[in-house]
């Protein structure tokens, strides 16, 4: 993650200045002495060994002596040139005489063998001596340092101008040098020292006394910032400095509450503002010094709020690469720990400041653990995502999320968990809520009224306070309207943004698992998509259920999502859905009290959104059949689907007057039923009763027989045999919830049963199983 730099044009103070008194100061002394040591001592060696090559080098070439050259030369000749060339030797001096022998031992031109040919510069260079060299390096002499002068304001006198200094004080590094060296003896004296041993008990109350220090500290650092934010903002930069505890007793712990600690300050005292960067013309400017204060907060707040999610985001690296550092601090096993925390924390400032700087690197940060193998960290961020739909009234954090979740999606291959799509079902997008988060979000303004006016204003003051009160409303509705328009615009981007991810899935990964969670959010949103699409993805739906490669709870999404779709704008269409209705039909019989009990719930709005809201464009045969089936469907599901289907049952009876045909035993017109026909058009509903309620008076659940007493007597709005309110308005998706046995309890609770009513639910159950078996029979036959 690439945080945004800011230049920052004040100096920082040095981490020595923030830590005087830490370990990790008193480490890097020891080590820097240590290093300076090491390189003395290297450099000593060489100097000797540069010596001890020079002295060897000298030994080896020697110089010959004038005697011995002259030796090689013929006795004869030497004998009359000495004769013939002597020396008044005799003339000079003793010393003069010595001298000059010295001088001939030392001459390069005398003393080199004369009898080789080699002139006199060959190869020089190659033969010079070590020592030589090291002789012509030119020697220092040890003076005094040269006294720098600090130049002084001037004096003016009568004379003129007369210049001042001073000498800059010198540090004495003699003195430095023997404290280091002080230093040194002492921590090898300390590192010799043998460490004592101690018991488990000694060890366990020396890490919690350690660990009491540590929050004593941390408590302190941070009551000291938020007390004071803008003096106290320096401390930040120290309170994160524990995040690199090291020591391994308490290492894990500390981290975690420090991580911890600064989420909650960060929350605390970030504004409800997005910081920008100063422009240079703003640096440039003289401010007052509040302003100038301001900027100094602001500026290290972010810096700091920066330095921090690098923290959290490396963290979680360093789990993910299973990489440990080279200090081995944390173990292994604890980093998961130190990542989970992490993660927290990043959840939480995802939902706490959305406004606020870097938000979209902790989304970046975010979405693709939704898709991590460690359920936890999965959930956690899932979580959070879920909480900012909800309270993004806006729609730029959600924009945000949905953009890098379409990413992610695509970049995958669409090889994500189905979790990862289901997470925009929760968002806010919808006609309703648009017009309420408006109001919400216009300023709202208390006007005086008349009689306030009267009473505290006079003429004059009253016409201007009138003309004052409607250019401030005239404002307040532009803004309102202007907030408006600019979250329409931002929701029709990020639906925009959801559908192409939908309809890319339908179109290359129909068999993905990914085709459950984006059947379901087409259900959710398909009112929303543009009436040109609904030809092409009402064919899409059928061929997926005709396909017979899907679910029943995929199914029955898809027709969901087609019911959604003629029941919005698809009304100016002239769509005939029979093939969804009668695939519907035939397969509720699907649902039973195992494991597809669940799938009640999409069968409710299914059949709510079919006949409810499109009760204009349903032949009664159709509603007849649909009655009867359900009722039958309520005999062999669990309590919570039963109360659902009676609740629907009864909307169907209200919605539909000649439902209670069904409530009479004598046949209406020709042909019988037939219950096994996959037709609802041509089933003969109408010449069948709904004998299913007589038994469903006799459930073992209370709200049950509720309900069919009910439905029995035809379902009436008031009088004895109206429903109570509590059952009457609420719709059946939300008592089929209510009810529901997840939990393994009986809502409401069972009263103690006594022999007589055990002998009737026995009755009950046998007659069940009687006509159970013998509607089997029929449909083998």
């Known amino acids: ?51 001890r090559e020079a002295v060897r080098d000298a030994i080896s070439r020697k110089p010959f002596p004038l005697e011995e050259c002259k030796k090689r030369q013929v006795a004869g000749k030497r004998e009359e040139e000495e004769e013939e060339d002597a020396l008044p030797l005799d003339m000079m001096d003793e010393d003069d005489l010595k001298l000059m022998e010295d001088l001939a031992q030392k001459a390069s031109f005398l003393t080199r063998d004369l009898s080789s040919d080699e002139p006199v510069h060959v190869k020089k260079r190659k033969h010079e001596s070590v020592i030589d060299k090291y002789e012509k390096v030119p020697r220092r002499m040890q003076t005094e340092p040269e006294k720098e002068l600090i130049h002084l304001l001037p004096i003016k006198d009568k004379g003129g101008i007369i210049p001042q200094t001073m000498e800059k004080p010198v540090l004495n590094v003699e003195q430095n040098e023997e404290e280091d060296t002080e230093e040194m003896e002492e921590a090898e004296d300390f590192n010799e020292e043998p460490l ?38 320096k401390k930040l930069k120290e309170l994160r400095a524990m995040l690199m505890e090291q020591d391994p007793n308490v290492a894990v712990i500390v981290r975690k509450l420090v991580m911890v600690s600064l989420m909650e300050i960060f929350k605390d005292i970030a504004p409800s503002y997005k910081i920008r960067p100063l422009t240079e013309a703003e640096k440039a400017t003289k401010v007052k010094k509040e302003t100038q204060k301001l900027r100094e907060f602001e500026e290290g707040l972010v810096s700091q709020y920066k330095f921090y999610l690098e923290n959290l985001e490396q963290t979680i690296k360093d789990w993910k690469q ?15 720990g130190l990542a989970e925390i992490a993660v927290k924390c990043l959840c ?42 909800k309270q993004d009234k806006l729609g730029y954090a959600s924009l945000g999320v949905v953009k890098v979740i379409s990413g992610l999606v695509r970049g995958r291959n669409y090889d994500v968990r189905p979790e990862v799509l289901k997470v925009f079902l929760h968002l806010r997008i919808k006609e309703v809520e648009l017009q309420k988060d408006s109001e919400d979000i216009a300023p709202k303004k208390k006007f005086m009224t008349y009689k306030e006016k009267r009473k505290n204003l006079s003429r004059m003051q009253r016409k201007w306070k009138k003309a004052e009160e409607k250019l401030e409303r005239e404002l307040l509705e532009a803004e309102a309207s202007e907030s408006k328009e600019k979250k329409l615009k931002l929701h029709t981007e990020t639906l925009n943004i959801v559908f192409v991810t939908y309809f890319r899935i339908l179109k290359k990964a129909q068999k993905s698992p990914l085709l459950p969670a984006v059947l379901e959010g087409l259900a959710k949103f398909a009112h929303l998509i543009n009436v040109e699409f609904f030809d092409d993805l009402l064919i899409v739906l059928h061929s997926l259920i005709a396909s017979g490669g899907l679910s029943y709870r995929e199914s029955l999404h898809c027709v969901l999502s087609a019911f959604h779709i003629l029941s919005g704008q698809g009304d100016v269409l002239n769509i005939d859905p029979m093939k969804f209705y009668t695939h519907l039909y035939k397969t509720l019989f699907s649902l039973h009290a195992g494991g597809t009990n669940d799938d009640t719930g999409i069968v409710l709005q299914c059949v709510d959104v079919m006949f409810a809201k499109r009760r204009k464009q349903v032949s009664q045969q159709r509603a007849l059949a649909f009655l009867k089936r359900l009722s039958t469907l309520a005999l062999h599901v669990l309590p919570n689907s039963s109360v659902g289907i009676l609740a629907t049952n009864r909307v169907l009876m209200q919605t539909f007057p000649k439902m209670d045909l069904l409530l009479d035993n004598e046949s209406q017109g020709s042909g019988v039923y037939l219950p096994e026909l996959e037709e609802p058009e041509h089933c003969n509903a109408q010449n069948t009763a709904l004998w299913e309620l007589h038994l469903l008076q006799r459930h073992y659940h209370p709200t049950v027989q509720k309900f069919a007493a009910h439905l029995i007597v035809g379902a009436p709005t008031e009088g004895s ?57 029929c449909l083998s036959c």
Request: glycine letters at 0%; aromatic letters at 8%; one cysteine or more.
């Open 1 to 51: 993650m690439s945080f945004t730099k800011r230049k920052n044009t004040k100096r920082v103070p040095s981490f020595r200045k923030l830590l005087r008194t830490s370990k990790i100061k008193l480490d890097n002394k020891l080590k820097n002495k240590q290093y300076k040591q090491q390189s003395a001592a290297k450099k000593y060696r060489k100097e000797q060994k540069k010596l």
């Open 721 to 777: 045999g109206a429903l109570p309110l509590d059952l009457s308005q609420r719709p059946a998706t939300e008592l089929f919830e209510a009810y529901s046995m997840r939990g393994m309890t009986f809502n409401p609770p069972v009263a103690s049963v006594t022999p007589r009513r055990k002998k009737q639910l026995l009755k009950m159950y046998l007659l069940i199983l009687f006509f159970y078996n013998d509607f089997l029979m």
């Open 348 to 389: 939480e400032l995802l939902v706490a400041l959305p406004h606020f700087n870097f938000h979209n690197n902790i989304i970046v940060l975010i979405v693709p653990l939704m898709n991590d193998a460690s359920k936890m960290i999965s959930e956690l961020c899932f979580e959070a995502v879920k909480k900012l739909f």
């Open 322 to 336: 299973r990489k440990l550092k080279k200090s081995n601090v944390i173990s292994l096993k604890a980093y998961k």
């Open 196 to 233: 004592p041993v101690l018991t488990p008990e000694e060890m366990a109350a020396q890490r919690r006394q350690k660990l009491q220090e540590r929050k004593m500290h941390i408590a302190a650092l941070a009551s000291a910032i938020l007390s004071e934010p803008d003096n106290n903002i």
